[in-house]
T-cell receptor, first 110, second 112 residues
Framework: TQLLEQSPQFLSIQEGENLTVYCNSS?????LQWYRQEPGEGPVLLVT?????EVKKLKRLTFQFGDARKDSSLHITAAQPGDTGLYLC??????????FGTGTRLQVTL | NAGVTQTPKFRVLKTGQSMTLLCAQD?????MYWYRQDPGMGLRLIHY???????AKGEVPDGYNVSRLKKQNFLLGLESAAPSQTSVYFC???????????FGPGTRLTVT
């Protein structure tokens, strides 16, 4: 079983601060996705990274896939209240199945 | 277009009761999935289907059954509910195994 551990589990910050969320595994993934989930809704895909060392930017969000394709990070610059939500990483491994991480719950306050 | 819809949105069951959760899609995607989401454990795959008439077990299939009689519908059944099945259930679909998954709004199930 491929496991994905996310850290931190919870994060409460003020508007304007920067933060980084980590997604780690001992397994290699062919690709890794990041989703954001808001209360009462299903997760929504933010980005997919495929190549080891790949960096993708989505406005104030920067995603990086580790060189060995075992880990990933999400960095948010100047967080806003609209960034509040549950962030989930998901790795695609054997048989093309997705394994979801444990999640990081982010709250951004004014 | 509704995308992926789930019914019901909320349900309370007593131990031993049965129920069926319905997932419907209007995206014409081949792949459909059922997940459960529990605090601190992310999303865990229960069962999935790679096309009409096919189903396969995921990570946590025990206590659940599924059917995919029509391409647009994927049903999740609980034959004899247990308190350990209290969770939020999400249905998702995708165009293929390596494509983006689209999720429904979830069903919150409580088993007492």
């Amino acid at each position: 079983t491929q496991l994905l551990e996310q850290s931190p589990q919870f994060l409460s910050i003020q508007e304007g601060e920067n933060l980084t969320v980590y997604c780690n595994s001992s397994s290699v993934f062919s690709s890794l996705q990041w989703y954001r989930q808001e209360p009462g809704e299903g997760p929504v895909l933010l980005v997919t990274v495929v190549t080891g060392g790949e960096v993708k930017k989505l406005k104030r969000l920067t995603f990086q896939f580790g060189d060995a394709r075992k880990d990933s990070s999400l960095h948010i610059t100047a967080a806003q209240p609209g960034d509040t939500g549950l962030y989930l990483c998901a790795g695609r491994g054997t048989a093309s199945k997705l394994t979801f991480g444990t999640g990081t719950r982010l709250q951004v306050t004014l | 277009n509704a995308g992926v819809t789930q019914t019901p949105k909320f349900r309370v069951l007593k131990t031993g009761q049965s129920m069926t959760l319905l997932c419907a899609q209007d995206m014409n995607h081949e792949y459909m999935y059922w997940y459960r989401q529990d605090p601190g454990m992310g999303l865990r795959l229960i069962h999935y289907s790679v096309g009409e008439g096919t189903t396969a077990k995921g990570e946590v299939p025990d206590g659940y059954n599924v059917s995919r009689l029509k391409k647009q519908n994927f049903l999740l059944g609980l034959e004899s509910a247990a308190p350990s099945q209290t969770s939020v259930y999400f249905c998702a679909n995708s165009a293929g195994p390596s494509y983006e998954q689209y999720f429904g709004p979830g069903t919150r199930l409580t088993v007492t």
